[in-house]
């Protein structure tokens, strides 16, 4: 059966609202996306036919701010799965603290099988139909899955053709000349790495002995492998979409990024060359990268990946969640049961919207900020929020995605109560 990712995204909320006694009404409203938008996406192609693709924009909850989410070009996106990752949206910029509510976007769509030029079409004809619901102070819009800073410029250029002036601030993961940020293309990688740090003060291990798998070998994975391989932590296997490679003595990390790099020839949006072929080591699926003996598992790819089918293999004793949903909560179950410890994605790829926000910040004031403050802001404030997550677990007695959930939760309920519940308009009926 298909998993139904934004049910499952619920009963973690439920099972959180339960302990610090969350007002019924304002879970119930979490339930439900603000907006769902379907648009159908026409694309001249190069040989002159036309497709349609179907895109999507879900804003799931503005009460925070405006909603903030990336963009998605696969060909599983479909409107459930928009639905989930804007929920999950909504949780994240609560857990970090900043001032936006969740949203996500996508296409259905295999970009790899289209030309540069029919890409650039698609991403400009998708942002014409969804205009009138983006923008700086109403729906910020972000890379995530296969959609790279040459697409988010793209999108930049399109919105403020629309609207007849430049609009930076209507999406962040810009190149840095056109008003992105300092720091923000390894942020979601780098957030990640401050997460392993902390648990590194809290176990007391020495980097050289930590043996680390990462499934996912894009913009992300790359920047916490390369984090992580300067403190000489051992990366010992690595993969993408066409399989994997394992070594034992550790991966040579700067030179394995150097070949996915060199593999894009310049005028590809992708890389061509897949890393089992690039780089040496051992080759091996990502079934059984997922399965090796390390001690941390970073799944850096899609969703969906640990499942109630192969949790029970998992030998990893940590799992850092780079990418979204990438646990079932069947496999949660097992792994908890286990003793395996699961930094959520709520949490460990929060530093990829944090920084967006500093973005945002910097576009709408019109002054950058050096690569130095970005990095400091975002240590501050993943830290910071790492530390009263493993507060809220031990309080409540409960694994650490629970407590993100609650976390994020009494966030929102701040901000809820303040424009009234049942509770003060029932005490106040005439
Ligand atoms: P990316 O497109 O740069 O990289 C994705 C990588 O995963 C590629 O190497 C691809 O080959 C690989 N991959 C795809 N399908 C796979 C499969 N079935 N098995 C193994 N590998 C597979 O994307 P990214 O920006 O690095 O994002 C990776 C994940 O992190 C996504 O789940 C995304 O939602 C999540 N995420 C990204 C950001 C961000 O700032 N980019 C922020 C938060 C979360």
């Not at 995204?9 to 302990?19: E, F, G, T, V």
């Not at 990462?214 to 990366?235: M, P, T």
Request: proline residues 5%; contains cysteine; hydrophobic residues 40%.
């Amino acid at each position: 059966m298909e998993r139904n990712i934004y049910k499952e995204a619920l009963s973690r909320l439920d099972l959180a609202a339960s302990y610090p006694k969350v007002d019924p009404e304002i879970v119930e409203k979490l339930k439900h996306p603000k907006l769902c938008l379907k648009v159908s996406v026409p694309v001249r192609m190069d040989d002159g036919s036309l497709k349609i693709f179907e895109g999507f924009r879900v804003h799931h909850n503005d009460l925070r701010g405006p909603t903030k989410g990336g963009i998605r070009y696969h060909p599983l996106v479909n409107i459930k799965e928009m639905e989930a990752f804007a929920f999950l949206m909504t949780m994240k910029c609560a857990v970090a603290g900043i001032p936006f509510g969740g949203a996500k976007g996508g296409i259905s769509v295999d970009p790899k099988k289209m030309s540069p030029m029919e890409l650039e079409r698609l991403t400009r004809n998708y942002i014409d139909l969804i205009a009138d619901s983006i923008g700086p102070e109403k729906d910020i819009l972000a890379p995530d899955l296969n959609t790279n800073p040459m697409i988010i410029s793209w999108i930049l250029d399109q919105y403020s053709n629309i609207v007849r002036h430049a609009a930076p601030a209507v999406v962040t993961g810009k190149p840095i000349p056109l008003g992105g940020s300092q720091g923000r293309e390894g942020a979601t990688g780098r957030g990640a790495y401050y997460c392993i740090k902390e648990l590194e003060k809290i176990h007391g291990w020495k980097p050289e002995e930590i043996r680390v798998a990462i499934q996912g070998f894009g913009n992300v994975a790359q920047s916490v492998a390369e984090l992580l391989y300067k403190d000489r932590y051992k990366i010992v296997a690595a993969s993408d979409s066409q399989g994997g490679i394992f070594q034992s003595k550790g991966l040579d990390v700067p030179s394995v990024i150097q070949l996915k790099k060199e593999s894009r020839e310049i005028q590809d949006v992708y890389c061509k060359g897949a890393l089992c072929k690039l780089a040496d080591g051992k080759r091996i699926t990502n079934e059984a990268l997922l399965e090796l003996d390390v001690d941390i598992l970073i799944p850096a790819a899609i969703e969906n990946q640990i499942t109630k089918k192969n949790a029970d293999k998992i030998k990893a004793r940590f799992i850092v969640e780079i990418a979204n949903g990438p646990t079932t909560t069947e496999a949660d179950g097992i792994l908890n049961k286990k003793g395996v410890f699961i930094v959520p994605d709520i949490l460990a790829n929060a530093g990829g919207v944090t920084v967006s926000y500093f973005e945002w910040v910097q576009n709408k004031y019109g002054y950058y900020w050096s690569l130095k403050k970005v990095n400091a802001q975002l240590h501050k404030i993943i830290s910071q929020e790492f530390k009263n997550i493993y507060h809220l677990m031990d309080k409540h007695k409960v694994d650490m995605r629970t407590a993100s959930y609650i976390h994020a939760l009494n966030r929102h309920c701040e901000a809820a109560t303040s424009q009234g519940t049942y509770s003060y308009f029932s005490k106040n009926k005439k």
